[in-house]
């Protein structure tokens, strides 16, 4: 059996991408937005009964605020945050 995933295009990369492209730390409110989006998106897994496992920076993708194209907003999703992209393993 095999299984595909498809998955949005987030133009923006990676945060871990983001966090290394500004040394000097991120303005506070796009981190304020960055993490109020990560949180939603673990209330959203946790209301749904799925712990996500391997949350860290290169697991949450990026795209440009379409609202607001002139500023530095950003959306943030979390990679793998899909029930279809986890691996499922039988109890041994």
């Known amino acids: 059996m095999e ?3 498809a998955m949005e295009f987030m133009e923006e990369g990676d945060l871990s ?3 290394d492209n500004h040394p000097t730390g991120l303005h506070p409110s796009i ?3 960055l993490a109020c989006d990560i949180m939603k998106g673990l209330y959203f897994l946790h209301q749904k009964d799925f712990i996500h496992r391997d949350l860290k920076p290169s ?3 990026l795209a440009r ?3 607001d194209s002139e500023s530095l907003n950003y959306t943030a999703k979390i990679a793998g945050s899909h029930p279809l992209s986890f691996a499922w393993f039988l109890p041994s």
């Open 17 to 19: 991408k983001l966090i």
């Open 65 to 67: 605020n379409t609202v």
């Open 3 to 5: 299984f595909r995933i």
């Open 59 to 61: 697991n949450i993708l």
């Open 31 to 33: 981190a304020c937005k």
